[in-house]
């Protein structure tokens, strides 16, 4: 889905100041497209982020016959639901470009939809591990075909009717979670998921939104099939993964003090307030609230010297896509931080532990990848150079935060994906005095 390469180049030193509201959230605008237009009635949305990956969510149910108005420059959009079983096949495969969100949880929703499709994606998504859904989809009666690696292209075919499970996640994710209570709407019974550990629960909450009863009890969420999704206002907060990069960056440029205004605190979300509080950054919550079912809060950040810490891994979860601006983090606080327990890291867009950790080695940081997470050294002056993002958003916009503490510029490769989930990144960045510019 990219149009053309981009590459930014980050000149050294600034610090942030002023207000800043940050794009909308995605985990949140993928789950309003996709409720939206199974429920009966008209669903309006506002915030809704204007990114590639939720681009693709919202065309793939035109694709399959919704009509949707919108989004307009203010992030509004109309959905027209057409109800639990009325989508049709559509006439191409459905391409989901780099959205791992997308593929995964459209393969537990549209597993009992009765109808063929195709799920494809770009060449990173095509490399992703979708076993880890189609197995449990497999074992309530769903009948999905992927490559022999266990890779997308992933073809849908009808099934008569789906049967509910009790499943244990063996690695704690909220998009296998979301994919298996997806099908479990469609399916025969009460389907349940274990947790190991909490993951992010905007499809369950979005579900209640819509009217639907969801259960949950501690670590099992359970809901039962063959009910009926009905029409709701939705207004989706500004996205604490986006906002961590201006944390962050705030936290290590020397005179700084930005307010990032309306972010989701879902609890499930909060693991890098969590972990840059632990290592002493300056945060403080104003204004909280709770819009629809989520809460949201006004973040105040300003610059501090952090410390390094052993990162608890009951954090690791809350804390999963933020990881590689926290390994910039840790690179700028004063000793040593250890991550475990985040093999997870591995099978994302990127391995985002052995790219970080390589692109750092070229800066100068001391980085050292493990199986399951990565040592860092931090407080050891660092120096400009090229890295490559790999295609990697969220390792594009880690090495531009990077910039702030580098004592020469930075050239980013591959930085077209930012716009998967951060349109317009680069001009707030500059807006709240990031020095960084497309080359």
Known sequence: MQAQEIHFLVQAGGHLMGNLRVPGDKSISHRSIMLGSLARG????????????????????????????????????????????????????????????????????????????????????????????TVPLAAMGAKLVTTTAGTAPIDIHPVKELTAINYTLPVASAQVKSAILLAGLYAKGETCVIEPAPTRDHTERMLQSFGYSVKVQGNRICLQGGGTLTACDIEVPADISSAAFFMVAASIAPNSDITLEHVGINPTRIGVINILQQMGADISLYNQREVGKEPVADIRVRSSQLKGIAIPEDQVPLAIDEFPVLFIAAACAEGETVLTGAEELRVKESDRIQAMADGMKVLGMEAEATPDGIKIQGGIPFHGGEVDSLGDHRIAMAFVVAGLRASSAISIKNCANVNTSFPDFVSLAQASGLQVKVA
Do not use: C, W
């Not at 809704?48 to 949707?68: C, N, P, R, Y």
């Not at 049709?88 to 459905?94: G, Y």
């Not at 959205?99 to 393969?107: E, Q």
């Open 42 to 133: 008209t669903t309006h949305i506002k915030g809704f982020l204007q990114g590639e990956d939720s681009l693709a969510t919202l065309q793939a149910f035109k694709a399959m016959g919704v009509h949707i108005q919108g989004p307009n420059t203010s992030g509004e959009v109309i959905i027209e639901g057409v109800g639990m079983y009325a989508l049709k096949a559509a006439e191409q495969p459905l391409d989901l470009g780099n959205s791992g969100t997308s593929i995964r949880l459209l393969s537990g929703l549209l597993a009992g939809q009765g109808i063929s499709l195709t799920l494809t994606g770009d060449s990173s998504l095509s490399s992703r591990p979708m076993k880890r859904v």
